[in-house]
């Protein structure tokens, strides 16, 4: 089955504590996103790749990093968490023959104390 | 930067009712693609449009491209529960598709 997965799906942590949120997707594709939802303000994209080795910046990037060492993972590191990054994240992916449908992982809500 | 607009922010109609979500960019926009988040959930993709004027339909909901590419719009026509949900437009913020910017999304409520 096509899929995009997140871990954890849930994360309650203290501010200073570096966390990663995993994706993986299963299916070959070569683009991959990072957004998170917060109230009022729709989904902000936060870093993408567009290929392995190759990432850029979203709307808002500050306070996060990603890495793509494979094609299939795409993790999300909190180098120190802090209150105002407490929000719903959403990994997704993307093949460029598939006319840009983006399929998105299931969400992992993050809670910074 | 490139900004989308979506109007209204909740909506509540009577089940059977219509139901209508309106997207407005702040540029000219390659495509525009739609997706829908049951409560819960996460986005799932909708449709893309490409051209300008373009309308495309999917049973009972129908999307219009709008003949300057800066907005857009969801109908739906003889609501149902099944529709409940968030519905978000997305487009592009440059010549790629790389950069994707989402509206602020329409919730949709249904009152059976």
């Known amino acids: 089955e096509a899929q995009v997965t997140q871990n954890p799906r849930y994360l309650i942590t203290v501010t200073g504590k570096k966390l990663t949120v995993t994706c993986s997707q299963n299916?070959?594709?070569?683009?991959m996103s990072w957004y998170r939802q917060d109230p009022g303000l729709g989904l902000r994209q936060i870093y993408y790749?567009?290929?392995?080795?190759?990432?850029d910046k979203g709307d808002v990037p500050e306070g996060y990093k990603v890495s793509r060492k494979e094609k299939r993972n795409f993790p999300l590191i909190l180098e120190s968490p802090s209150p105002n990054q407490t929000s719903l994240y959403f990994c997704?992916?993307?093949?460029?023959?598939?006319?840009?449908?983006?399929?998105f992982g299931a969400g992992t809500r993050l809670s910074v104390l | 930067g490139q900004q989308v607009m979506q109007i209204p922010q909740y909506q509540h109609v009577q089940e059977g009712e219509d139901f209508t979500t309106y997207c407005n960019s702040s540029?000219?926009?390659?495509?525009i693609q739609w997706y829908k988040q049951r409560p819960g959930g996460h986005p799932v993709f909708l449709i893309q449009l490409v051209k300008s004027g373009e309308v495309k339909k999917q049973k009972r909901l129908t999307f219009q491209f709008g003949e300057a590419k800066k907005n857009s719009s969801l109908h739906i026509t003889a609501t149902q529960t099944t529709d409940v949900g968030t519905y978000f437009c997305a487009g592009p913020a440059g010549f790629g598709n790389e950069k994707l910017t989402f509206g602020t999304g329409t919730r949709l409520t249904i009152i059976p």
């Open positions: 790749s567009m290929n392995v080795e190759v990432t």
């Open positions: 997704a992916s993307r093949g460029w023959t598939e006319k840009n449908i983006q399929y």
């Open positions: 540029t000219t926009l390659s495509n």
């Open positions: 299916m070959n594709h070569e683009y």
